[in-house]
């Protein structure tokens, strides 16, 4: 065991309680520092599970290949673990605590064996901030530890910050693959079984079984998102699933702006934006996690807990995401699951033209007449945010960013226009509540399928789904009773699509022009029509300068159907009655209002 640099007798105590049970062979605390990332890679490299890319075309970067197995979060494995069942709610799967802590129990024991345990004490947020989030993950994996270097502030810092008596989340994660003397080990190690279980009365996090980085990366969707809902909604505050960015007008007037998108609906390239429209600037200030407090002056504060970007690959390339190729440049990144090029590079479907032969996720020859792709559709960059070169300044301050409107985002083909700006803040709560997406690779099961995923958070939500949206609705008490400090809600849907099944609006850069109607629409200047689901933006009042789209799609991308929208009020229907009791009536008064002025348009 390396020498321990705290004397934190709890934190001591249950490190001593899980090697015991655990039984690795060694234990090593992470420091954080340049010398232990180069260790731990070297020794990846060395085992298999890396291999080094070229440093002339990414420096100092790796690529990594799972098992095929484990390539996405696996809901249907993920547990709220409430003392009571009914906390857990008609969203989540629930198991009562002490059973699932017995039975995953039997699963650590000897879990480690053969095997390092690292201590990883991280940060979610600046150190420096009033009431810094702290975790300790405690993990048989290197890559993990590797990963979560990239993605938290982690290492010494914080083992310091923690003092003798500072609370931290406990996340225990084993891959579950112990390694008897002799035995070889494989490149991606994990096991058939696996759970990702919360207990949210004790903020504890117990992960087995898979090595991906939704399930293993404990600070990030495990405690940025179910632990930090849980403690949001018992102190007043929100933990979101959302993008958070800076826009500059033309004039110098600073806009915040956060969104709430499903994976692999836009939300990195909304939040790291290189908008069309000159004169208009974009800042990255997160890309998927919010944090947010109202301030002393009524408003709501969002900052984001994270420290790298961990983005869905495939699709990502110099026209849709044009700073994200620039930060990965930078190189001190791992990629994992996607293509590795004959000199040592990285591509993905979406990468401009296919080379001649790749080595695909799968560790397979491949060719441009492979009838597979070559990247898993969920595959993935892990890459440091300060390498962004749109990072915003005030990204680094713990107070965070007032935040002026928020967005919400699915990928519809059908019915969703464009850009609709919500009546009030429970219209707006009503528009996130009924979110809703086509589903895609980021997480196990059928692609495709039209699912409710309120405030894109579905799977993130730490407690019943009903008193969270009570609990949105409550934020409104925050802006001390002053409406007009709190974000305007909007509502967007890129993927609107024509008969032919092309897209209506060409999205990315483009994106910047709704950017610009949300906020003169902030300002009073924008024009909107008012319509039974909110107010549209008018064709005349998106700014199409230079842009080549005919008035016919343009407006079709805005259209408000009415069939549409009375085929969606039984689905609306449906989903509300999942929460019985616990769905606030101000949103069952939402839809019945919805449902009157659709009658009557």
Known sequence: MSHPHTSHPRL????????????????????????????????????????????????????????????????????????????????????????????????????????????????????????????????????VVAS??????????????????????????????????????????????????????????????????????????????????????????????????????????????????????????????????????????????????FGEDGRLWATNPEFGLFGVAPGTDFHTNPNAMRTLAKGNSVFTNVALTDDGDIWWEGMGEPPAHLTD?????????????????????????????????????????????????????????????????VHGVYLGATLSSETTAAAVGQVGVVRRDPMAMLPFIGYHAGDYFQHWIDMAKGASGDASKLPKVFYVNWFRRDEDGGFLWPGFGENSRVLKWVVERLEGKADAVETPIGHVATPESLDLTGLDISLADVEAVLRVDKDEWLAEIPQVTEWFEKFGDKLPTVLWAELDALRARLADA
């Open 361 to 425: 996720w799968k560790g397979q020859d491949w060719t441009p007449e492979s009838e597979a792709p070559s990247s898993h559709p969920n595959s993935r960059f892990c890459t440091p945010i300060e390498q962004c070169p749109i990072l915003a300044d005030e990204y680094h301050d713990p107070r965070g960013v007032p935040i002026d409107a928020i967005l919400f985002g699915g990928r519809r083909k059908t019915t969703i226009p464009l850009v609709t700006e919500a009546r009030d803040w």
């Open 12 to 143: 001591l105590a249950w490190i001593d309680e899980v090697a015991a049970l655990t039984t690795p062979d060694r234990i090593v605390w992470c420091d954080g520092s340049d010398a232990e990332w180069t260790r731990l890679t070297d020794e990846l490299v060395e085992s298999g599970a890396l291999v080094r890319l070229d440093d002339k075309k990414k420096p100092n970067s790796f690529w990594a290949r799972t098992d095929p197995s484990d390539v996405a979060r696996v809901e249907e494995r993920t547990f709220i673990c409430s003392a009571d069942e009914a906390d857990a709610g008609p969203t989540n799967n629930w198991m009562a605590p002490a059973e699932m802590k017995a039975l995953m129990t039997e699963l650590y024991r000897g879990s480690m064996r053969g095997r390092t345990m690292y201590v990883v004490p991280f940060c979610m947020g600046p150190l420096d901030a009033e009431n810094p989030m702290f975790g300790v993950e405690l993990t048989d994996s290197p890559y």
């Open 148 to 293: 979560m270097r990239i993605m938290t502030r982690m290492g010494a810092e914080v083992l310091t910050a923690l003092g003798d008596d500072a609370d931290f989340v406990p996340a225990l994660h084993s891959i579950g693959a112990p390694l008897a003397e002799g035995d070889d080990d494989v490149a991606w190690p994990c096991n058939e079984t696996k759970y990702i279980s919360h207990f949210p009365e004790t903020r504890e996090i117990w992960s087995f079984g898979s090595g991906y980085g939704g399930n293993s990366l404990l600070g990030k969707k495990c405690f940025a998102l179910r632990i930090a809902s849980v403690a949001a909604r018992d102190e007043g505050w929100l933990a979101e699933h959302m993008l958070i960015m800076k826009v500059t007008s033309p004039e110098g007037t600073v806009r915040y702006i956060a969104g709430a998108f499903p994976s692999a609906c836009g939300k990195t390239n909304l939040a790291m934006l290189e908008p069309t429209l000159p004169g208009w600037k974009v800042e990255t200030v997160g890309d998927d996690i919010a944090w947010m407090r």
